[in-house]
């Protein structure tokens, strides 16, 4: 794969469930030593054991909220002193509240803007110290979303934060490319995870209930025009991971047959340049 991946570190949040454990199988089936990390510990535990067990890689687990900047930082401390250092983060965490524009409160704002673009921000700041103390390849991996491609209703909060991620990490590409660590945005379509139970255990009490009305998710998947091509297990989802993450790949889509939805908003795009160099 044109790097020695046996023995670089893997540091994964969100790594409980779904894709995160899908990723850090992916890395531990490369021989990879991995950090899992999730505000829930029994999950983040159980994938670390069950890697240990099945690859014979080192492997670490810890709580972390990702919402708590202190969290993280006392994690990458962890992390630095169990596994000796990371070479690969996945900044995977992201919650999800549904609702239309003139329903979302400023508690459901706050929370998803706090988890999803905070939470990635902090993520890296606290990791990038120990990416730097390493050589050799390193990439920083940022889970947005498809739907920065291919939006839908009924999704403001979570598209607007997942939006904010695609930004952050053009940037983080810009200003961390002298330095030879890569930063790859990846946009999954449909998995069928847990996130809609996770997201609604992780939501903090003084952010009060999550709510998810009977016809939300029915009337977002059809104003997105998916259906089940969309979906696919999270395991198939990574299956090109490693490889464009050691090609250094800026983006990673990873399934769902949205390709004419985005050429559509690419030729929308298009046009208006068209109509301001006729204007
Ligand atoms: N499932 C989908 O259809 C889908 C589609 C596109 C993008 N995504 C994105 O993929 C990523 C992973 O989601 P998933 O589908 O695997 O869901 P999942 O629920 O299986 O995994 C998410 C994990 O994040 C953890 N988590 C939640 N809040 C946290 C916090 N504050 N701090 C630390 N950990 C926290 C949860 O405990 C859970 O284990 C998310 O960023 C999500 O937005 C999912």
Redesign the pocket.
């Known amino acids: 794969m044109g790097a020695d991946l046996a023995g670089r570190i893997a540091v994964v949040?969100?790594?409980?469930?779904?894709?995160?454990?899908?990723m850090c199988g992916r890395f531990a089936a490369a021989g990879m030593a991995v950090g899992a990390?999730?505000?829930?510990d029994a999950?983040?535990k159980e994938t670390a054991a069950t890697l240990a067990g099945s690859c014979g890689v080192p492997t670490m687990s810890r709580?972390?909220?990702?919402?708590?900047p202190g969290?993280l930082e006392r994690a990458a401390a962890a992390v630095e002193a169990t596994l000796g250092g990371c070479d690969v983060l996945c900044a995977?965490?992201?919650?999800?509240q549904f609702g239309a524009i003139d329903r979302l409160t400023d508690d459901d704002w706050t929370w998803v803007m706090n988890?999803?673009v905070l939470?990635t921000v902090r993520t890296v700041a606290a990791f990038l110290p120990l990416l730097r103390r390493r050589s050799g390849w390193r990439a920083v991996v940022l889970?947005?979303?498809?739907?920065v491609f291919i939006p839908g209703v009924r999704l403001g909060a979570?598209q607007t934060s997942?939006f904010a991620?695609w930004g952050f990490g053009e940037t983080l590409r810009q200003e961390l490319a002298a330095e030879g660590i890569g930063v790859t945005v990846?946009?999954?379509?449909?998995?069928?995870?847990?996130?809609?139970?996770?997201?609604a255990?992780?939501?903090p009490a003084e952010k009060g209930e999550w709510v998810l009305l009977p016809d939300d998710i029915d009337v977002m998947m059809s104003s997105r025009k998916m259906g089940d091509e969309h979906?696919a297990t999270?395991e198939h989802a990574v299956r090109n991971l490693l490889t464009d993450l050691v090609a250094d790949e800026p983006y990673v889509i990873t399934h769902g047959a949205y390709r004419a939805a985005y050429h559509e908003r690419l030729a929308a795009i298009e046009a208006a340049f068209d109509r301001m160099e006729h204007a």
Do not use: C, W
């Not at 949040?13 to 899908?22: E, I, K, M, Q, V």
């Open positions: 949040t969100g790594a409980g469930s779904g894709l995160g454990a899908a990390l999730d505000i829930d999950r983040a709580r972390v909220d990702v919402g708590d969290s995977n965490v992201g919650v999800q988890v999803n939470g889970t947005a979303s498809s739907g979570y997942k991620v990846l946009f999954p379509a449909g998995m069928p995870t847990r996130h809609l139970e996770s997201s255990r992780a939501r979906v999270p």
